[in-house]
């Protein structure tokens, strides 16, 4: 394991889990959903905690679990050390984290809570073009053919693909850019599909470094089979992408 970040560095992710997720369908939240006969988000935790990396965790979830998500997770210990209330949007609930961070930290990830096969080498990659270039994303290239559909759903054009890439998480700062970018967006108003183009509308560049096929987010049921297959196959098929 990877000792722990230096006092004058430290590390913390927001696990991003406040989502109720609707298009998964049922009544609980995807995150709680079991993979492996132990819930999406438990398995994120796992993979982050044994790393060594991360010094402390902002886990943000639904208003109505964070008293369940504080008893049910007592098990991770002072590593875990807020759970606190999403918001509307992603951005709120991100926002929400960055708000109860120990201000000690100096580098941040942000994660989906059900990315649940996100990698040592992932993070390890994030964190230090963090550190050398301010910002950093996992991302994957676009292979498949892109098409742009008109208002009756014919194809219009095809998109070329060349330099086009697939976001994922975490996505990675230093911890005084992105507050930087969460103020400059709320004094604007504006809202973004994740943080990485908070931090662009600064005009600062964000680092791209390789994801995984494997990193997937599970968001509909056929992604939840999927994510069973994986685990059932167990972490050694998961290749840490070089």
Known sequence: ??????????????????????????TVPKQFLHIA????????????????????????VPESEVETVR????HFGDWLTQVVAGGKERQDSVGNGLAVLDESIEIVAVHDGVRPFITTEM?????????????????IPVSDTLKRADANGNVRETVDRNGLWRMQTPQTFR????????????ADDYYGTDEGMLVERLGHPVKLVPGSEFNIKIT???????????????????KETK
Request: charged letters at 25%; a positive charge; one cysteine or more.
């Open 220 to 238: 509909r049921p056929e992604d939840l089979q999927l994510g069973e297959r994986s685990a059932g196959c167990g972490q050694d098929h998961v």
């Open 175 to 186: 911890r005084t850019l992105l507050d930087e970018a969460f103020r400059q967006a709320r």
């Open 123 to 139: 993070i390890q990659q994030s964190i230090k073009a963090a550190r050398e270039q301010g910002g950093a994303i996992c991302a």
């Open 71 to 74: 008893k049910n997770y007592v």
């Open 1 to 26: 394991m990877t000792p722990m970040s230096s006092k004058q560095n430290r590390i913390a992710a927001i696990i991003t889990a406040g989502g109720q997720g609707v298009r998964i369908g049922g």
């Open 37 to 60: 006969g132990r819930p999406i988000l438990e398995h994120t935790l796992d993979n982050f905690r044994k790393t060594g990396l991360v010094d402390q965790v902002i886990l943000v």
